[in-house]
């Protein structure tokens, strides 16, 4: 289980913090957190990285409406191991009851976008996963992750608007993960790797709740849909024992317009009890462009790249919609209604291909 200190930045290995740090220019220990409105009129991401060996704390917010998204990136040094600090140029976050209770914040910025919330869970966090994927003795990856999820509350403000953010009306997730990975700190091609390691060409992140579970699953496969890799988990909420539980299996029906245009999730998952899940993700109005926060590279940055004592830097993209602008392709996060019997609820989608 993770303790109070593992929600902090401050990890220094794969395992726990009696550990000495890896010398991988790529370690990292970041936060994405991203909140959904169940209507889907809106979705916040921000996240903050760590980069101990690279002496770098870098961030991004994301603020996306179904015609616009918002994007600041921020970086800067890190000062006699300020790494507790989470704070990067205009972007914010603290840890207000470990485990338990964030705030986040946007400070006045040149892209117009501000916010403060706080995100209260409403589960127990997943017991952290560990990754790991090796090629010919080179680690391609390792890392641990947990995920959570709760609601939130507080106010957004885009162009003199301002959205008040209510518990009963906005969703949130929260993503937790420290160790080596690709795409952080040095740019390489890792192709033959991901090939050679039979990793899979694609690859589907989902984090979604509702009132009895929240459901969390990553799986790589290839492009015709032949698994290659899979990690799912389960936790009920504690007036179903607030447990957790493996997820062994999924039977996933995806439904797309032309040019790969996501529009529905119908998936079974079984569980290790025997128990099978119908559930039901209906893409909403919005959609999250991770390459506004530097996801693949944007701007010849990636993650944990040195840029000075500080650098803040962003932009709008009016659509976001990457058929009629282009350089918003990549890694998107789809926000999705989700549904399993006579339940309702939100959550994300994540796929880095199609619309």
Known sequence: MPTRLDDALIHQNYGTLEQVVDTDPRWFDRFYFDLQAIDGSLSIAQGIGVYPNMGVMDGFSLFCLPDKQVNVRASRELVNGNRDEMDVGPIHA???????????????????????????????????????????????????????????????????KTYELKPDTHYAIRDRSWGVRPGVAVIEDTTAWFRQANWGTRYNWCCVQLESFYLWYFLAHETDGT????????????????????????????????????????????????????????????????????????????????????????????????????????????????????????GIFEIPYGS
């Open 94 to 160: 603290e840890i207000l009851v470990p485990m338990k209770s964030w705030r986040f914040w946007l400070e006045e910025n040149a892209q117009g976008a501000t916010y403060d919330f706080t995100y209260t869970s409403d589960f127990k966090a997943l017991d952290p996963l560990r990754l790991i994927s090796d090629f010919e003795g080179r680690r391609v990856w390792d890392w641990t992750h947990f995920g959570h999820v709760g609601r939130v509350e507080g106010w957004a403000k885009l162009d003199g």
């Open 227 to 346: 698994p290659r890799y899979f990690e799912g988990l389960i936790r009920w909420a504690d007036s179903h024992g607030g447990h957790q539980e493996k997820v062994v299996k999924l039977d996933r029906k995806l439904d797309f317009a032309e040019g790969e245009h996501f529009l529905n999730a119908a998936v079974d998952v079984h569980l290790l009890s025997g128990k099978v899940l119908h559930v039901n993700m209906k893409r909403l109005d919005t959609s999250i462009r991770l390459r506004g926060g530097n996801y693949g590279g944007y701007k010849g940055l990636i993650h944990g790249m040195k840029q000075g004592p500080l650098a803040i830097d962003g932009e709008r993209w009016e659509p976001a919609d990457n058929r009629v602008l282009p350089v918003t392709a990549g890694i998107t996060e789809h926000v999705v209604e989700v549904t399993c019997g006579d339940e309702r609820g939100c």
